[in-house]
Each structure stands twice: as structure tokens, then as C-alpha cells.
């Protein structure tokens, strides 16, 4: 078993470099994940883990010896410290081989409901928006134009490891349209433009909803390709929600309607 105890070691500030660096984690196809829950939810997800760094006091742990057969690091508490954003993460850090997220990978169900987010800036809204997509269970998320790195730590802890699983892929917004339309899933854009109240719509059909941002909405080409528009009526002095108790709102009354 190899220990590290000096933050100054290569390894660990190349695990610096992938934890603040999108540019480092696309070159070299790795990231990090903090947490025993989030590291098994990736192993489960199908991601490939290449070390498992941990602390002394866990090193009987059970989830040590699920990860036999890969390098594992005994890392001092000063490395922890200042890896971890958490200190609810029992000890765990991982790094994993990042996946192509191509549309190409997705598998579809015969009646399919499909969440896409547009242009969704904020990590912690994306994070949120996967631990809904989980909670429905739906069968994938795409992610179109997307702004942020799917392997932030910031998505990665905000989603709860559900960015482990749920079947994602990114693309431009005119990729996902022609998979859409390719694979006969009608389109329903989250939009107050010329739009219906959500739940007067039908979802039993294979579906796909689309949210875009807060401050801007949703984008031309999605208002225009739409099956149709919806809204969500609001009653109060504001005429927008956070995008992620949108999309919860919207994906279940859908799932409310397959039932």
C-alpha cells in the first residue's frame, strides 16, 4: 500500500490541477470524487476508478476492499484537508476516467421520457437538476451547449454522486433536436412563449422536456422546434423558478400521468 504525507508530492498537485482545471481534467481524461457514497455510486455508474486515497482511521473500512484490485493511497489528514470541500465525506477520495457522454452511447426505453437542460450555468442547478432526473427516474439527461464541465467538483457534490447515475450526454442544441426527433421523441419546451400550462399536456407518449436558464430561458431554435411550448402558471410576483424545481415540477407530472 502506498502512503502519501507531503501535499507537495507530484501525484497530489496534479489532483489539484483536476479539481480546479476543467482544461486539466479534459487532457487527461480524469477528475476527483470526495465521498464513500459518491465513489460507489461511480463504481455502480460504470466509471473506471484508478486510486482510492484514504485516511488511517478508515483504511478497515468496507469499501476498501471493493476497490482491491486498484492503487490505493493512505494520504495524511494536511492532504485531506485541503482536497476535501467537505467534512462529511468519511475520509474517501477517488480518481476516476472521465466518459465520452456522446448521444451515441444513450440506450432509450421503448417509451422514453427524457429530461434536456439548456445552457445551464451553474453548477449547483445542474447538480440539483441530476438528483431530480434520479429521483424520477427517467431514462437519460442531456445536457445541450453546455457551460459547465460535467466532472466540476462543484455538480459532482451538488448532485449528490447522481451524475453517476444517470445516463448523460452533451451535445449542441441542433445535435440533440435531430436525436430527438431521429428517435420520434416529442419535444416539450419549458417556455411562456406561445405556450400551454404543463399540465394539460400529455406525457404518456415517449417525451422529452426542456429547461433552459433563469435570467434567459430557453433559445429560438427549441421555442421553434418544439411539439409544444409549456409553461407552469405562476401566481406570485415573479414569472421564473429555480430551473431545477422546474424541471421537477414538469418531469412529474409526467411520470404522475404513467403511472
Given at each position: 500500500?502506498?502512503?502519501?504525507?507531503?501535499?507537495?508530492?507530484?501525484?497530489?498537485?496534479?489532483?489539484?490541477?483536476?479539481?480546479?482545471?476543467?482544461?486539466?481534467?479534459?487532457?487527461?481524461?480524469?477528475?476527483?470524487?470526495?465521498?464513500?457514497?459518491?465513489?460507489?455510486?461511480?463504481?455502480?455508474?460504470?466509471?473506471?476508478?484508478?486510486?482510492?486515497?484514504?485516511?488511517?482511521?478508515?483504511?478497515?473500512?468496507?469499501?476498501?476492499?471493493?476497490?482491491?484490485?486498484?492503487?490505493?493511497?493512505?494520504?495524511?489528514?494536511?492532504?485531506?484537508?485541503?482536497l476535501a470541500y467537505r467534512n462529511t465525506t468519511e475520509g474517501f477520495l477517488a480518481i476516476a476516467k472521465t466518459k465520452s457522454l456522446s448521444l451515441s452511447d444513450i440506450k432509450l426505453s421503448k417509451n422514453?421520457?427524457?429530461l434536456v437542460a439548456e445552457s445551464i450555468e451553474k453548477p449547483g442547478n445542474l447538480g440539483a437538476i441530476l438528483r431530480t432526473a434520479d429521483a424520477a427516474n427517467?431514462?437519460?439527461?442531456?445536457?445541450?451547449?453546455?457551460?459547465?464541465?460535467?466532472?466540476?467538483?462543484?455538480?459532482?457534490?451538488?448532485?449528490?454522486?447522481?451524475?453517476?447515475?444517470?445516463?448523460?450526454?452533451i451535445g449542441t442544441s441542433e445535435e440533440i433536436i435531430a436525436f430527438l426527433k431521429e428517435k420520434k421523441v416529442q419535444i416539450f419546451a419549458a417556455t411562456l412563449q406561445n405556450s400551454n400550462a404543463y399540465h394539460l399536456e400529455n406525457y404518456t407518449k415517449p417525451s422529452a422536456i426542456v429547461v433552459g436558464t433563469e435570467d434567459t430561458g430557453l433559445t429560438e431554435i427549441w421555442r421553434t422546434n418544439a411539439t409544444q411550448n409549456i409553461n407552469i402558471p405562476m401566481q406570485g410576483m415573479i414569472d421564473s423558478m429555480n430551473v431545477s424545481v422546474a424541471a421537477a415540477i414538469l418531469l412529474f407530472e409526467a411520470k404522475r400521468q404513467r403511472v
Amino acid at each position: 500500500m502506498k502512503e502519501i504525507t507531503s501535499i507537495q508530492n507530484p501525484f497530489i498537485k496534479n489532483i489539484f490541477k483536476l479539481q480546479e482545471k476543467a482544461r486539466e481534467r479534459k487532457k487527461q481524461g480524469l477528475f476527483l470524487i470526495e465521498g464513500k457514497r459518491e465513489i460507489d455510486l461511480a463504481k455502480k455508474g460504470g466509471y473506471e476508478i484508478t486510486s482510492l486515497l484514504f485516511l488511517s482511521s478508515v483504511k478497515n473500512d468496507a469499501l476498501l476492499s471493493n476497490f482491491h484490485d486498484i492503487e490505493q493511497i493512505l494520504i495524511s489528514q494536511e492532504i485531506y484537508d485541503k482536497l476535501a470541500y467537505r467534512n462529511t465525506t468519511e475520509g474517501f477520495l477517488a480518481i476516476a476516467k472521465t466518459k465520452s457522454l456522446s448521444l451515441s452511447d444513450i440506450k432509450l426505453s421503448k417509451n422514453p421520457l427524457i429530461l434536456v437542460a439548456e445552457s445551464i450555468e451553474k453548477p449547483g442547478n445542474l447538480g440539483a437538476i441530476l438528483r431530480t432526473a434520479d429521483a424520477a427516474n427517467i431514462d437519460a439527461v442531456l445536457i445541450a451547449d453546455a457551460k459547465s464541465d460535467l466532472y466540476n467538483p462543484n455538480i459532482i457534490r451538488s448532485s449528490v454522486g447522481c451524475v453517476f447515475t444517470n445516463q448523460i450526454a452533451i451535445g449542441t442544441s441542433e445535435e440533440i433536436i435531430a436525436f430527438l426527433k431521429e428517435k420520434k421523441v416529442q419535444i416539450f419546451a419549458a417556455t411562456l412563449q406561445n405556450s400551454n400550462a404543463y399540465h394539460l399536456e400529455n406525457y404518456t407518449k415517449p417525451s422529452a422536456i426542456v429547461v433552459g436558464t433563469e435570467d434567459t430561458g430557453l433559445t429560438e431554435i427549441w421555442r421553434t422546434n418544439a411539439t409544444q411550448n409549456i409553461n407552469i402558471p405562476m401566481q406570485g410576483m415573479i414569472d421564473s423558478m429555480n430551473v431545477s424545481v422546474a424541471a421537477a415540477i414538469l418531469l412529474f407530472e409526467a411520470k404522475r400521468q404513467r403511472v
